[in-house]
């Protein structure tokens, strides 16, 4: 009786901590994937911000319209942690309002650079939505009943979601 009383106990913890290895492990992978999915939208960020400064220096847009085009992707390109959401947005609303001009695909005769500038907006809309769903799954991992008394994660904050205007514009979406 005795025996099997010991078997079944350590039966039980040996199960409870195989479980709970388990889920720090799946908590490990999540930051892994959140941390892969935060590179994968700066680098978006930075390239759809490189493209706009691109096509504000490629003289097929007007001096003023430059100007503007430009001082937006310099103003998300060095924003701060703070700033970057509003900064990020400041150019989806600037690139909107450049390309959607009257005539503006008639005017600016550079298919490549608009393919580009297309397929970088896109790749931010995506990485903002990969990044996003990442961090809604890692919350919910944190905030499990078990994750917080034992500490699985550590001393880390929860993540913050990234929530920038990043609709695409009008011009690009019809092309």
């Not at 490189?50 to 937006?72: I, N, Q, Y």
């Not at 701060?80 to 909107?96: F, K, N, V, W, Y």
């Not at 799954?137 to 990234?162: C, E, K, N, S, Y």
Request: hydrophobic fraction near 50%; proline fraction near 3%.
């Amino acid at each position: 009786m005795t025996t099997t009383l010991i078997l079944v106990v350590g039966a039980i913890v040996l199960l409870t901590a195989v479980y709970i290895s388990w889920r720090a492990g799946r908590l490990d992978r999540l930051h892994i994937r959140l941390e892969t999915a935060q590179a994968a939208l700066d680098a978006a960020l930075l390239r759809r911000s490189a493209v706009c400064l691109e096509l504000a220096g490629s003289r097929l847009l007007d001096p003023a319209t430059s100007l503007v085009l430009a001082a937006a992707a310099h103003e998300a390109r060095t924003a701060g942690p703070d700033e970057r959401e509003h900064a990020e947005s400041d150019l989806s609303r600037t690139l909107r309002a450049v390309v959607d001009q009257e005539r503006f695909l008639e005017k600016v005769h550079a298919p490549e650079l608009l393919e580009e500038l297309d397929s970088a907006v896109a790749k931010v809309l995506y990485s903002r939505r990969f990044y996003n769903t990442a961090v809604g799954v890692t919350r919910i991992a944190q905030r499990r009943w078990l994750a917080r008394t034992l500490r699985l994660a550590g001393h880390t904050d929860f993540p913050r979601f990234f929530e920038i205007d990043d609709a695409p514009p009008v011009a690009l979406a019809t092309e």
